[in-house]
């Protein structure tokens, strides 16, 4: 089964076609990220506009690159939620007049359950069961995955999201958006113990997350200093403040395969790209024998071959959506 799927749920237009639910024929994803930079976030009518000027050629070209032609196709799966609702509306509309016409079954995937599959389509995927973290600029979460589509949420965030704060740091900092890959590589010229932020574990034997306090504690920091930040003290800010974010989430995920018994880890969403924990976590799976699995960068970010792949399963079990459903901006269900 070739599904062409679609993402339009923030600031990337993708579109990918995806075999069997885990051979990427193509992965194509134009990001807006030069646009939204000036304004230091995503401005969501620029981003809904960007997405109507990029969908058509971005769907062209993975149509393209996969060799294949429109009928080719055998179903279409399109990002449904959460995300902002313009930018949503883009790809969900253009998907549901793309399977319309040529009479194919459609599906709105969730955005959440399409990073979770992410990991799936990477070459060594992991075994089931195993636990995820998901570290995005919109959620944090850590889920029990059974089985496709068998997973249960552990914790999740109950306030910032840990790129969410990146990215609130990187702009505390004056350096511009996305913050997290620019903090990451900021971080390796500074001291990770040069400031000693908080770390919020909350309790640390359940599994949500409080990022806000992190980034209070650093604007708190700034604030103090009554001094213009020189490159090296930007750099031990950075540093600090990854070695904080980077403890809570490493101790979290790997506490989870703990009391789930999963020898299997997976690391999935925008900020699995950070290399302070990627490095954190290699080191700590070392030693408790675990399996880590990351997918490769490209299939961290945002991208549509995600979404192509967690519609797989359900298509296969006959599951459509109807051309009269709507997108939604939260969870509208919690992912099945
Ligand atoms: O998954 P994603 O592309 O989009 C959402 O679903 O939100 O994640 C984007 C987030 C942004 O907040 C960005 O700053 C963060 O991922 N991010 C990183 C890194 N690269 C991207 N955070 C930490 N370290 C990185 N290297
Ligand atoms: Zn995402």
Known sequence: MKIL??????????????????????????????????Y???????????????????????????????????????????GLVGALLVGFSFAKAFAYEKKLPFLGVDHLEGHLYSVLLSDAPPQFPYVALLASGGHTAIYHVQAKGRYDLLGQTRDDAAGEAYDKVAKMLGLGYPGGGIIDRMACRGRPDAIDFPRPYLDKEKFDFSFSGIKTAVHRYIVSLETQLSEDLQADIAAAFQAAVVDVLAHKVLYAAEVKQCRHVAIVGGVAANRGLRERLEQEAVRKGSDLHIPPLSLCGDNAAMIA????????????TSLQDDVYSRHRRTPV
Request: charged letters at 20%; a negative charge; glycine letters at 8%.
């Open 40 to 82: 230091g976030g995503v401005v969501p009518e620029l981003a809904s506009r960007m997405h109507i000027e990029a969908i058509v050629p971005v769907v062209e070209q993975a149509l393209e690159a996969s060799g294949l032609a429109p009928d080719d196709i055998d179903a279409v799966a399109a990002t449904q939620g959460p």
């Open 5 to 38: 799927g679609i993402e339009t749920s923030c600031d990337e237009t993708a579109a990918a076609i995806v075999e069997d639910g885990v051979q990427i024929l193509s992965s194509v994803v134009a990001s807006q990220v030069d646009v939204h930079h000036v």
């Open 309 to 320: 792949a967690a519609a797989h399963r359900h298509l296969q079990d006959g599951a459509e």
